[in-house]
Each structure stands twice: as structure tokens, then as C-alpha cells.
């Protein structure tokens, strides 16, 4: 995505939740890989399953590191994802 292929991104990224499907950061990083392709819909199911897989502390916010810290950082990016998706064009 920082080379600005967003399609190769979703495909990587598509992989990636496939891999680690109980992965809130997989959720949120693929919500905004959506978000960037104008894939409103996608964009707002993923980062809705993002924040919901958070506020259940059920499993590990990611792979590789489960600490508040990353979890609001995730937080975040989902929330991001979702303001923009709400706000009105201008």
C-alpha cells in the first residue's frame, strides 16, 4: 500500500485474515486498504469487526503483540476508518 497498490495491498492483506482470522489488526489494516480503494462497504465491515473483536477481549488484538498500547493504536486506525466513511462530502 506505501507504493500505492492498493488491489496487490487487499490481496496481501485478504491473506493475511485468512492466516489470522480471530486478528483485530488484520481487520483494521484491511479496513483501511478498502478505505483507500473506495470500498466503502468493506471498509466499515471491517473496522466495525476491528473494534467489535477488541471491546470482547477474547482473543489476542494480533499475532504478535497484545498490549494496550497496540490495542488502542488499532483502535484508533478503526475509528479512523469509520470517521471518514461518516463524513459528509463536501
Avoid: C, F
Avoid at 41 to 49: P, S, V
Amino acid at each position: 500500500m506505501r507504493d500505492g497498490d492498493v488491489k496487490a495491498a487487499i490481496e496481501v492483506l485478504k491473506l493475511v485474515l485468512l492466516a489470522y482470522p480471530d486478528s483485530a489488526d488484520a481487520n483494521e489494516n484491511l479496513a483501511d486498504a478498502y478505505l483507500k480503494d473506495g470500498q466503502k462497504g468493506l471498509a466499515r465491515q471491517h473496522a466495525e469487526k476491528a473494534l467489535t473483536m477488541l471491546d470482547a477481549h477474547t482473543v489476542a488484538a494480533s499475532s504478535w503483540s497484545d498490549t494496550e498500547e497496540y490495542r488502542g493504536e488499532i483502535r484508533r486506525g478503526a475509528e479512523k476508518v469509520l470517521k471518514k466513511l461518516n463524513q459528509k462530502p463536501q
